[in-house]
């Protein structure tokens, strides 16, 4: 069965268009995989922490208590049973949202999603991704990647996901062309996913 991971980081719970977008890839996807399940890890509204000594003692350790190694290994078991991952993100000060910072600090764990033993392996292979990114202002040079793009494909790379997908809404901060720009995207949605 197909599953999807939804990934979200945008602190803004209402009007926000990386969550607008992902509720469009959201629709798009079920029509395409009407028996699929969609698993959701918010970001944003379930607070995850940042790292702590403590923390990175226990992935080295783990008989040394953490809390957030429960979390770490829950989040990292919804990778594992995601056949797709959907990450939206906005843009914040030139990166990626803290909260996803911290998720990311709390699943890329050695021998849990990548390994060193041949050079640095990925366990995640095999594993579809889609990258929702939106931003204010205008950040892709021609025939490249956005900033965020760049950013998270580095680290999906890393866990072993090579099957990427970008979607980039840019330039909300313009409200004159946004309808079009919003349309434009759910274009590139839908011509993948149909």
Same mark, same amino acid.
């Given at each position: 069965?197909?599953?999807?991971?939804?990934?979200?980081?945008?602190?803004?719970?209402?009007?926000?268009?990386?969550?607008?977008?992902?509720?469009?890839?959201?629709?798009?996807?079920?029509?395409?995989?009407? %028996?699929?399940? #969609?698993?959701?890890?918010?970001? =944003?509204?379930?607070?995850?922490?940042?790292? &702590?000594?403590? $923390?990175?003692?226990?992935?080295?350790?783990?008989?040394?208590?953490?809390?957030?190694?429960?979390?770490?290994?829950?989040?990292?078991?919804?990778?594992?049973?995601?056949?797709?991952?959907?990450?939206?993100?906005?843009?914040? %000060?030139?990166? #990626?949202?803290?909260?996803?910072? =911290?998720?990311?600090?709390?699943?890329?764990? &050695?021998?849990? $999603?990548?390994?060193?033993?041949?050079?640095?392996?990925?366990?995640?292979?095999?594993?579809?991704?889609?990258?929702?990114?939106?931003?204010?202002?205008?950040?892709?040079?021609?025939?490249?990647?956005?900033?965020?793009?760049?950013?998270?494909?580095?680290?999906?790379?890393?866990?072993?996901?090579?099957?990427?997908?970008?979607?980039?809404?840019?330039?909300?901060?313009?409200?004159?062309?946004?309808?079009?720009?919003?349309?434009?995207?759910?274009?590139?949605?839908?011509?993948?996913?149909?």
């Amino acid at each position: 069965m197909n599953t999807l991971l939804r990934i979200d980081s945008s602190l803004r719970l209402k009007d926000s268009y990386s969550r607008r977008m992902g509720d469009y890839f959201v629709k798009q996807w079920k029509l395409k995989h009407p %028996n699929g399940a #969609i698993l959701k890890r918010d970001t =944003a509204r379930s607070m995850i922490p940042h790292l &702590t000594q403590q $923390t990175v003692d226990a992935f080295f350790d783990e008989s040394q208590f953490s809390e957030d190694l429960s979390l770490s290994d829950k989040m990292i078991e919804e990778l594992y049973q995601s056949s797709e991952i959907l990450i939206t993100c906005p843009m914040y %000060n030139y990166g #990626i949202p803290s909260s996803l910072k =911290a998720y990311f600090d709390l699943i890329i764990r &050695t021998k849990k $999603t990548f390994t060193y033993d041949h050079g640095i392996t990925g366990l995640l292979q095999n594993k579809k991704a889609h990258i929702i990114s939106v931003m204010g202002g205008v950040h892709s040079v021609p025939g490249g990647k956005n900033p965020l793009e760049t950013h998270l494909t580095h680290i999906l790379n890393h866990l072993g996901i090579k099957d990427i997908n970008y979607f980039s809404l840019e330039g909300t901060a313009s409200p004159e062309q946004l309808s079009d720009k919003t349309k434009a995207t759910e274009v590139l949605i839908f011509k993948h996913l149909h």
